[in-house]
Structure formats: structure tokens, C-alpha cells
């Protein structure tokens, strides 16, 4: 599969069935997030993976209830070990960094035949308790991962010319 086919045919999967995760799978999709690009190359994050039923059980409550997650055998819990540091351009580096992993995470569990959804909608701090991370480590998202019981859904965008502007912002 080339980069765009997987770019252009993933959807966002909020049904899993229970079939397991294989490790050979998980450990591409791991390393997908260990070689994605990071601000100066410092790499200051750190990925969770929780496969215990009744951690991803907690995992559901922190996110509102939203229990497809706790349904895929694996929950990647993704987050930033350094906070403090802010780029030249003013933003944060850990939230464009981890996001960044996510999102090349994300393609290669597809291309692997695998589903994900991008989860934003947490409550951190309980995540944090959850998963005892430490104070100072920020959860930037998660994402469940198996393989998906639903049908690929269709992609609703803006069109490129409402988004994309050349030589000046219009
Ligand atoms: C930063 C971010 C946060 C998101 N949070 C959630 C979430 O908490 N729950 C959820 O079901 N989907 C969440 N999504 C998925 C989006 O709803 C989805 O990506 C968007 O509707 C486009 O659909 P697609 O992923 O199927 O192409 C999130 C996506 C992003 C990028």
C-alpha cells in the first residue's frame, strides 16, 4: 500500500472485534512512533500500551464513556515527557510531536489492516491516575487499536481550494 492510499481510504473505527493483536503488528506500529520526526530530534515522549481488560475498562470511563475503546484488545496511550519546551514559532513542542508519532502510528496500523480513532476527548488527570503517569508527563491522546467490525465509512472534507491559498493568506 502506498502512503496516500492509506492516507485517502482510513476512517476514524469505533467498532472492534476481540480478535487479538499480533505482536509482530504492534511492534511496526511502535516503531512507526519511534521513527516519526520530533522537534530537535528529542523524542520526549512515551507510548502506553495497555492490553489489560479492566485498565482499558477504566480507560472508557476517563473518556466519557466511550466504550469502543475498552471493546479493541489494545489501547495506545500516548504521551509527552517534557512539557516546558516551546518552539521559536511559540507552540509547544510535545503536542506537535506526539501528534505527529499518532498520526504515523495511525497509517501503519492501516496499512496493517488494523483500525484506530484518534481519541481527544479525556479527562487527563484521570487518565494520569489510571495509568500512573507522573505529574509533570502530559497524555496528548490515545488511540484503541484492533481490527475493525464495521465497514470503512465515508470521508466528508472541505474541498482543497476552501483550505488551500497560494502566495498570500486569502
Ligand atoms: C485531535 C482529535 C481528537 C479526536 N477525538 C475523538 C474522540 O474523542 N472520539 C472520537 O470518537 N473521535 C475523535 N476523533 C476522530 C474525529 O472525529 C475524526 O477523525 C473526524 O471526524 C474525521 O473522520 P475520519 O477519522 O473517519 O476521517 C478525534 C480526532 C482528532 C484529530
Known amino acids: 500500500m502506498d502512503v496516500f492510499t492509506a492516507i485517502s481510504q482510513r476512517t ?15 511492534k511496526k506500529i511502535l516503531e512507526a512512533a519511534r521513527l516519526s520526526p520530533s522537534s530537535s530530534n528529542r523524542q520526549e515522549w512515551k507510548f502506553i500500551v495497555v492490553k ?14 466511550q466504550s469502543f475503546i475498552g471493546e479493541a484488545p489494545v489501547v495506545i496511550v500516548a504521551c509527552g515527557t517534557e512539557s516546558k519546551s516551546i518552539m521559536a514559532c511559540g507552540q509547544p ?11 504515523f502510528m495511525i497509517l501503519q496500523a492501516y496499512e496493517l489492516g488494523l483500525g484506530t ?7 487527563e488527570d484521570e487518565t494520569k491516575k489510571i495509568l500512573n503517569i507522573p505529574e509533570n508527563v502530559r497524555v496528548v491522546a490515545m488511540t484503541p487499536l484492533g481490527y475493525p467490525n464495521q465497514p470503512p465509512s465515508d470521508k ?10 497560494f502566495e498570500k493568506y486569502e
Open 12 to 26: 476514524s473505527v469505533r467498532a472492534y472485534k476481540v480478535t487479538p493483536v499480533e505482536e509482530d503488528k504492534l
Open 52 to 65: 489489560n481488560k479492566e485498565t482499558r475498562k477504566k480507560l472508557v470511563n476517563a473518556a466519557f464513556g
Open 93 to 103: 513542542a510535545y503536542t506537535v510531536d506526539v501528534s505527529i508519532a499518532c498520526a
Open 117 to 123: 480513532c484518534w481519541i481527544g476527548a479525556f479527562k
Open 156 to 165: 466528508s472534507r472541505k474541498r482543497l481550494d476552501q483550505i488551500v491559498c
